[in-house]
């Protein structure tokens, strides 16, 4: 065997390592992004959680709630806050769950399950109002997804 047909067979065995170590790594990457897109929609539908328990759990909150969405403009200053500061962090987390959906590229269909929660949270007199009000506080996207919303149900 020449020093030739040597150096060939050298070039091949590292070509065939390189391309198994693509492979392994094509393999490696996908099992991480699906690992990425699981944890961040796990994280964002937690906070989503977080904030139903909170009403759910504490008749106070429950009760501002209610009000706030029949008639945000009856509330006293002190509730008028408490009760933003509520449909803020709603919106916010689900925000981060839109987000999360477009960025992780998760499936349309992993998305468009929230838009039911997302109607119900503005749809209500005062879920109107605080969009109307603060709906500069969002990012663009998620604006026009939640301004699409309520265009169809005036």
Partial sequence: MNWEAIGSIGEIAGALAVFLTLIYLAIQIRQNTKAVQASAMDSANRQVSQIRERIFSDPEVANLYRRG?????????????????????????????????????????????????????????????????????????????IDDILSTED
Avoid at 72 to 86: A, F, G, V, W
Avoid at 126 to 143: C, I, L, V
């Fill in 69 to 145: 969405n029949e008639n945000p403009t009856s509330l006293n200053e002190d509730d008028t806050i408490r009760y933003r500061l509520l449909r803020h962090n709603m919106l916010l987390a689900l925000s981060n769950v839109f987000t999360q959906a477009i960025f992780t590229g998760l499936s349309e269909s992993t998305w468009k399950v929230q838009l039911p929660t997302i109607t119900r949270v503005v749809s209500t007199p005062g879920g109107k109002w605080f969009w109307n009000n603060y709906r500069s506080e969002f990012e663009e996207s998620f604006r026009q997804m």
